[in-house]
């Protein structure tokens, strides 16, 4: 496996397992990952067999940490960041529209892009101590587009959004269960047979009835639409974005100047 990482697809059963194989660097994505797992979400599509998806990360440290920051390095302009965000709405798109249900399977970090992955799956189990959030604002400085917001404000709530976005906190596992974000927290020594049992449930119940479910959902999610190009492209293209990047990478903290 080369530095790029991988998502590879197994089934199962009538089960798919998507697993994001980067445990080195949390499982961060790079844009071969998100291509596997839009080739991994079209192989199930064209399985009439399978009928439940479970997404999980490698090596039991991480879900997904957000994308890789190599990606943004080549960043020049507020157009690269239009660009970035319309390219990964698609691949996010392509598990939120999958007909199957969908089970994120959390042990430890949900971050930025990971966080969204984990949030239009149709369910999130997770290991106690597991964090979801996106930490933007005294990480990167940028900003995510307004897809990902509606979605996350669908799961979440506006003041919780609001406590990940502004506060940028990491939020416990613990805290998300009350809302029904998170389904189950399992201990570790349990998840494997818990999302079996999930899954054995899922693949009872009559897969046109919940695909109609999750198609409906997903359309009332997307009813509102709203135009913020004009916000990506001032974030992407502040001088903030390139502090936030470059700090990051030096490990360094960011000076922000707000411009």
């Given at each position: ?13 009538s ?24 080739d991994?979400?079209?192989?199930i ?40 965000e ?18 994120a ?23 106690p ?33 609001k406590?990940m ?25 349990e ?36 135009e ?6 001032r ?10 990047v ?14």
């Amino acid at each position: 496996m080369s530095n790029d990482g991988q998502v590879t697809l197994n089934i199962s059963n009538s089960v798919a397992h998507i697993t994001f194989d980067r445990p080195r660097a949390r499982n961060a994505m790079t844009w071969r990952m998100y291509e596997d797992m839009a080739d991994a979400c079209e192989t199930i599509r064209t399985r009439d067999d399978i009928r439940v998806a479970m997404l999980r990360g490698a090596g039991g440290k991480a879900f997904i940490a957000g994308t890789d920051i190599a990606q943004f390095a080549d960043f020049s302009t507020g157009e690269d960041g239009i660009n970035y965000e319309t390219r990964i709405a698609e691949f996010v798109g392509g598990v939120a529209s999958l007909p199957i249900p969908t089970v994120a399977v959390v042990e430890g970090w949900a971050v930025g892009g990971g966080m969204a992955i984990a949030s239009v799956c149709d369910f999130r189990v997770a290991t106690p101590g597991a964090r979801f959030g996106v930490p933007i604002a005294r990480t990167l400085g940028n900003c995510l587009a307004e897809g990902n917001l509606k979605v996350l404000v669908a799961t979440l709530g506006l003041p919780m959004v609001k406590r990940m976005l502004l506060l940028a906190d990491m939020v416990p596992a613990e805290e998300l269960t009350a809302n029904g974000y998170v389904h189950q927290l399992v201990a570790p020594e349990e998840i494997d047979s818990a999302i079996a049992a999930l899954a054995e449930q899922l693949s009872s119940h009559a897969p046109v009835t919940m695909d109609a479910s999750k198609t409906v959902l997903n359309r009332i999610i997307e009813a509102t639409e709203v135009e913020d190009h004009d916000i990506v492209d001032r974030v992407y293209g502040s001088q903030d974005f390139h502090e936030g990047v470059s700090a990051f990478v030096a490990k360094r903290p960011a000076v922000w100047r707000g411009r």
